[in-house]
């Protein structure tokens, strides 16, 4: 299979997700006959939920265990080591794909659209800059991933970590967490008019209270900086309202 092949099938890895083997026998179908991740050859046959064994990790960056496995099939790598990086990888790519994607980069596209809309946008722009913006970001994030096995087999721990996922989720929070500020800073000077407040100072406010949109665990961990972030986003959310009002 090329690449596009197998990137193309890596879309369909949780279309068989089950509570016996999770993303194992979507793994064994997108590595296809010929690459079957570390299955023993004479177990294969019968229930696939079954016989597949066990794997969990993030849908998106499985690609890269997708393409660590192919190489090792073409490379002819020792099944018990594929199985041992089989078993060692899937946790890590787990707790990195919920970091990046779920903690990070979802609410950045989601609360980047919800801003568009508060800005103007119609609900046609906003409903597509937040699809355009998620799916260019975890197709681009598959591709990479399988690119990353594929050139480096089962030594594609070493190119995760250079990669420094966690670094650009932390980046990415902390982005989201501006957008967080400009917009809650923004909604609440559009609905609190009271006399001789400054929508600025509103926004100030606003722009700690919409830290309550993360994780209490991300609060708990936040750094002063990240606080200081939310709340000069609530700062310009609140400029943006006042020049509206002006206008």
Known sequence: MT????????????????YRN????????TLGPNARGGTPPDSRGGDPAEVEPSFNAHPY???VAIGALTRASADREDPERVRRFRDAIQ????????NLVWGAL??????????????????????????LAYN?????LRAWGLSAGLDRGLEVAGAVRNAGLSDKAERITAAGVLLAGVFGGALLGEAV??????PVWIGGGAALLAMGL????????AAPAVLLVAVLGGFVGSAVFAARLDG
Do not use: M, Y
């Open 3 to 18: 690449r596009l092949d197998l990137l193309l099938r890596s879309l369909l890895i949780q279309g068989s997700w089950n």
């Open 22 to 29: 999770l993303l194992g026998t979507g793994l064994a179908w």
């Open 61 to 63: 960056l499985a690609a």
């Open 91 to 98: 946790s890590a790519l787990g707790s990195l794909g919920d």
């Open 106 to 131: 979802r609410p950045f596209c989601l609360l980047a659209a919800l801003l568009v809309g508060f800005l103007g946008g119609a609900a046609g722009v906003v409903v597509s800059s937040l699809l």
């Open 136 to 140: 260019a970001a975890h197709l681009g």
């Open 193 to 198: 008019r009271l006399p001789g407040a400054s």
């Open 214 to 221: 993360l994780r209490g665990e991300a609060l708990r961990r």
